[in-house]
């Protein structure tokens, strides 16, 4: 279900109820960018120094797109579920947009009309005590302060006015917002004066005065036209806070929040909707776990608890499809039930479509994957699937980000190889590479049993010391060594096959060693 600035009054309350009964949501984002800007880093980085360069990122970009997917558990051992897409759009900001990530979102057909139009606003909790100061004091702004007293004095004048009792309406130009009408009625209210106003909604500027028509009102329709009033009040707060009620709503209900290579996501979310993120890493993760005590990652999840059974499917939509497959092909398939209004993304219904990178769906794939996981493919294991609880995968990094306690590594096979002077990259990855990884790499795939940290090169792909990571989780110093004596045999054959040199010289290896935390 979209929901934009139109819609997210009316659903609100549906929303609050059914996140109450909920056994879990899941998230998902769309951002205007994520590049780091020029900015080198490495997959080796610690956590505390890719998080002040995420901070960069951050700051720079937006989340445009808010899904939530709350999933509610039925005797009958499925569950309901309801799918929202919230299109963000602050009234007054900058923010940086990053053209390829903009291109990509295009090509799979993001609705860009409807988020600049009608994009729902969103603030966090400094600019809502902002807010919240103005609504319970009409005098804070001083302009808005003087057309209510403008107003008032009008309409009061031509009220009591003894010769005018007979006019059932008043007419005069005026700005007009809902917010400037909801003071008018209350402060006319507490001098026994009852009226009601009607004028053109469509303009909302300052400078842009409205022909105001003012009507009397019967004291037996005092209670409907209050009811009125409080109805427009609460609009006019419900639009200001926009996305901010939401927000508070997820925060409150403490229940599970499921995200998939949520580190970034994670950011996003703080610095948008809480606070300013912290200057620390370590009050940044505190902050994550006061407002979110229970978070799963379906990237960590995937990458340890089901790693043979799930065929190395890392991406969400690879993951989401291999999951469903399992789910369809198990005797304990679980069905998931989609009530009236939020078909869009149920498969079995006429018209319905996945939509993969708006938010909404892929917070839906994300949803469908934890409960897969949970229900199909644990088998049982709770205490093996609660020892990853609050671990976070890192995109772009070696570590896993543990919120309640020390980060570690994804993996105990990373090791450093140094050699005795300035190498080329594609010969270190060459030297390192099995007949297999050889043929992957000629085909522009990536090889299978290394990940070579290409960035963290000084330059032109250059250095002495590389980092890389090997899946064999047996693998040592010494078969590193050796699988660089059989490189080296092979490559001197080719050159000597090819270019009929009988001897070719390698860089020196100075040192392989295991890299700890």
Request: charged content about 30%; overall charge negative.
């Amino acid at each position: 279900m979209d929901i934009d600035k139109s819609s997210l009054f009316f659903i609100f309350e549906d929303f609050q109820n059914s996140l109450e009964k909920c056994d879990f949501y899941a998230v998902d984002q769309e951002m205007t960018g994520v590049d780091f800007d020029g900015q080198q880093r490495s997959r080796f980085m610690s956590l505390p120094e890719l998080y002040e360069a995420c901070r960069g990122v951050v700051k720079r970009y937006i989340a445009f797109q808010f899904g939530i997917t709350l999933f509610t558990r039925l005797k009958s051992g499925g569950y309901v579920v309801k799918p929202y897409n919230f299109y963000l759009l602050k009234e007054h900001c900058d923010f940086g947009v990053n053209t390829d990530a903009i291109k990509f979102l295009v090509a799979h057909k993001l609705d860009f009309q409807k988020w600049l139009a009608f994009g729902v606003h969103y603030c966090n909790k400094e600019e809502e005590g902002r807010f919240t100061t103005k609504k319970e004091n009409p005098s804070y702004l001083e302009l808005e302060e003087k057309i209510v007293f403008h107003v008032v004095n009008e309409i009061k004048k031509w009220y009591l006015d003894p010769y005018k009792k007979e006019e059932e309406i008043l007419s005069l130009k005026t700005v007009m917002t809902k917010g400037i009408e909801a003071f008018v009625i209350s402060t006319l209210k507490e001098q026994d004066i009852y009226v009601n106003l009607e004028y053109d909604e469509i303009s909302k500027l300052y400078e842009l005065p409205v022909q105001l028509t003012v009507h009397r009102v019967d004291r037996n329709k005092l209670d409907l036209e209050g009811e009125k009033t409080a109805v427009n009040s609460a609009s006019v707060f419900s639009e200001k806070l926009g996305f901010r009620q939401i927000w508070k709503c997820l925060t409150k209900c403490k229940k599970p929040i499921i995200g998939h290579n949520f580190w970034l996501d994670i950011m996003f979310m703080l610095h948008m909707h809480e606070a300013p993120l912290p200057t620390m890493y370590e009050d940044f993760k505190k902050q994550v776990h006061e407002l979110f005590p229970c978070i799963y990652d379906t990237k960590t999840l995937s990458k340890t608890m089901f790693f043979s059974k799930l065929n190395k499917c890392y991406h969400l939509d690879d993951l989401y499809k291999e999951c469903c497959k399992i789910n369809k092909e198990s005797k304990d398939s679980i069905v998931f039930r989609f009530p009236p209004g939020f078909h869009f993304y149920d498969e079995k219904c006429l018209g319905s479509e996945g939509k993969a990178h708006e938010a909404g769906y892929d917070a839906y794939m994300t949803g469908i994957v934890f409960a897969i996981m949970k229900d199909v493919l644990k088998n049982g294991d709770e205490i093996e699937f609660k020892k990853w609880e609050n671990v976070i995968s890192v995109y772009g990094s070696n570590y896993y980000m543990n919120v309640v306690g020390n980060d570690f590594l994804k993996s105990g096979s990373i090791f450093l190889i140094e050699f005795e002077e300035d190498v080329d990259a594609r010969l270190v990855q060459s030297l390192i590479s099995t007949e297999k990884d050889i043929e992957r790499i000629k085909n522009n795939q990536e090889p299978t049993s290394f990940l070579l940290d290409l960035d963290f090169c000084k330059s032109e792909r250059h250095d002495r010391t590389f980092f890389a990571q090997f899946y064999d989780g047996n693998t040592n110093e010494k078969t590193i060594r050796a699988q660089i004596d059989l490189s080296k045999e092979r490559i001197s054959l080719c050159f000597s096959t090819t270019m009929k040199k009988r001897e070719i010289i390698f860089p020196q290896v100075k040192n392989i060693s295991r890299f700890t935390e």
